[in-house]
């Protein structure tokens, strides 16, 4: 195994995905939220990173190509899995569909990957698969957004008579606190990145077929 700066960019997003769960379990909130959304980010960053740099660096190993694609499967699940546990009741019928069929793709490819073995090399990753990860990772950022500014929210209206929050979000009383912006960043961050997630989803299920259809002359039987 040779370490290099993109392979330990890799092995750092790879420990990284459980770090996420982490900062729920030792940070209340919104401090973890901001904590996983940080992480989040600077591991979405270092993914573009280490393959840009082993590619111009002609730095490709074979534990960089092995654990790339584990790095990514095992951020994006897992903060799917914080996002649909943490999530309000009101988004998580919403949340849960796509974030299922994104999962079913990760694990239904990686199976079809293993089964090929040597063969494998046919189920390359498209550019149809890129713009996939992208929504997915920026759909997630978003996503974890939502829960800071709702936390934000609530914090500020916590002892609050509900005829006082109605009358300031009506403008009948000086929002000092800031309810608005923070109600309105909660709503917009929550709907664009459940937009944004169905968009992940969607290209899951077409890229999810794609791989299947170049797999399926290997899969026939004699």
């Known amino acids: ?23 729920f379990l030792y940070f209340t909130r919104p401090y973890a939220d901001w904590f996983a959304l940080i992480l989040f980010l600077s591991a979405a960053i270092t993914d573009w990173f280490d393959g840009y740099l082993a590619r111009a660096w002609k730095q490709e190993t074979k534990m960089g190509a092995m654990l790339d694609p584990i790095a990514d499967k095992a951020m994006v699940v897992i903060a799917l899995m914080i996002l649909v546990g943490y999530s309000t009741e009101h988004w998580t019928p919403w949340l849960v569909l796509p974030a299922t069929v994104i999962l079913f793709r990760e694990v239904f490819v990686s199976g079809l990957r293993e089964y090929l073995g040597d063969v494998a090399g046919t189920l ?29 929210f609530v914090m500020s209206t916590y002892g609050m008579d509900t005829d006082l929050i109605d009358q300031i979000l009506s403008g009948q009383v000086e929002d000092i606190s800031g309810l608005q912006w923070k109600l309105d960043g909660m709503f917009w961050s929550g709907r664009i990145g459940l937009w944004l997630l169905w968009v992940a989803a969607t290209l899951t299920l077409i890229t999810g077929y794609d791989y299947l259809r170049k797999a399926m002359p290997h899969l026939k039987e004699g």
């Not at 698969?129 to 997915?136: L, N, S, V, Y």
């Open 1 to 23: 195994m040779k370490w290099n700066l993109p392979n330990i960019l890799t092995l750092l997003r790879l420990l990284a995905a459980p770090g996420l769960a982490v900062m």
């Open 124 to 152: 390359k990753v498209t550019k149809l698969a890129k713009w996939k990860t992208t929504a997915q990772m920026v759909a997630i950022a978003v996503l974890f957004s939502q829960g800071i500014f709702e936390h934000y």
